[in-house]
């Protein structure tokens, strides 16, 4: 009996403390196309996590592209290594840096990854708040046709949670660098859900 009453008070702490992950494509479709032999340059991630998060993004992206696009997906590193290319590339590149990537390389797309934390004030808090406090963090993915020298996608994945004066912070009110994570995952299953694959 004492272990359903704590899997019930359990539930009902996780439950306080749910929040939703919002989308935002702007203006691009929510599809990916993945052709038979386009390949795909995988950017560092810009992000703030710390450093073992850090490595399970980065190993999280590139399962996931390598499988989308037949094993034709390379993080930077790899590229350099095998000399694919030569420099680093900007978060926002600009139109000269996709020109250098087009001239310089065989890669069809550039995917760049980046993270924030907005706010962080509940990371600190714990028992009863005297003040109202939050949590605010996003993930956003963009990607480049190379060829094209044109953004061909964006998802904003971003989330949010509080407290008011009087609520409690306890041990299952969410950090930002939970929610980093969970809106990271966000973006990576919005990929693969909305995967378009061809034989092109």
């Not at 980046?114 to 406090?133: F, I, N």
């Not at 480049?144 to 509080?162: G, N, R, V, W």
């Amino acid at each position: 009996m004492k272990k359903y009453i704590f899997f019930f008070f359990l539930l009902i702490a996780l439950q306080s403390c749910y929040y939703p992950v919002r989308k935002d494509y702007g203006v691009y479709s929510k599809s990916l196309v993945f052709s038979k032999n386009k390949k795909w340059l995988i950017n560092n991630i810009r992000t703030g996590v710390e450093s073992h998060h850090r490595e399970m993004m980065s190993k999280e992206v590139m399962q996931l592209f390598q499988s989308l696009s037949n094993g034709n997906a390379y993080d930077l590193k790899t590229a350099k290594a095998e000399n694919l290319i030569q420099n680093s590339i900007p978060f926002e590149p600009e139109m000269e840096d996709l020109e250098i990537l087009k001239d310089n390389s065989d890669f069809n797309f550039l995917v760049n990854i980046y993270t924030m934390k907005v706010r962080s004030a509940l990371d600190r808090a714990a028992g009863e708040l005297d003040d109202y406090k939050k949590n605010e963090t996003f993930a956003m993915m963009d990607i480049y046709d190379i060829k094209t020298m044109k953004k061909i996608y964006s998802l904003k994945a971003s989330s949010e949670f509080s407290l008011e004066k009087g609520e409690k912070a306890t041990i299952f009110t969410p950090t930002s660098e939970m929610m980093t994570m969970k809106n990271f995952r966000s973006l990576l299953r919005s990929v693969k859900k909305n995967a378009v694959k061809t034989e092109e």
